[in-house]
């Protein structure tokens, strides 16, 4: 059974930073993407960040380019998103999700070629 399992998130002002982590457990895909989701409220999800785990391509936002970093720990079975210079419309739930690289190939920040995820972070930046 696979299972993501998100942790980091919490409160931070304007211009802090905060580092998410997924830890995944049951996955056995050796080319595979992992991505960063997030959702605000009264809007729809929003793709920040992927990354190729077979040869560490990433890919992101132009909401979040240059601020946000995914990368990954292998040994570790884990995905992390350093993000820096937060602004208050970074506030979100943020969820990790995972999916055989073929079934995001061509949109890896789109949310509907992930068939696992995670339960979820909440991030909040205040002004």
């Known amino acids: 059974q696979v299972q993501l399992v998100e942790s980091g998130g919490g409160s931070v002002q304007a211009g802090g930073s905060l580092r998410l982590s997924c830890t995944y457990s049951?996955?056995?895909?050796?080319?595979?993407?992992m991505g960063w989701i997030r959702k605000a409220p009264g809007k729809d999800r929003e793709g920040v960040a992927a990354?190729?785990?077979?040869?560490?391509?990433?890919y992101y936002a132009a909401s979040v380019k240059g601020r946000f970093t995914i990368s990954q720990d292998n040994a570790k079975n884990t995905v992390y998103l350093q993000m820096h210079s937060l602004k208050p419309e970074d506030t979100a739930i943020y969820y990790c999700?995972?999916?055989?690289?073929?079934?995001?190939?061509?949109?890896?920040?789109?949310?509907?070629?992930?068939?696992?995820w995670g339960q979820g972070t909440q991030v909040t930046v205040s002004s």
């Open positions: 990354i190729y785990t077979g040869g560490g391509a990433t």
């Open positions: 049951g996955y056995t895909y050796s080319s595979d993407c």
């Open positions: 999700a995972a999916a055989p690289f073929f079934r995001v190939a061509g949109n890896v920040l789109g949310e509907r070629g992930y068939n696992y």
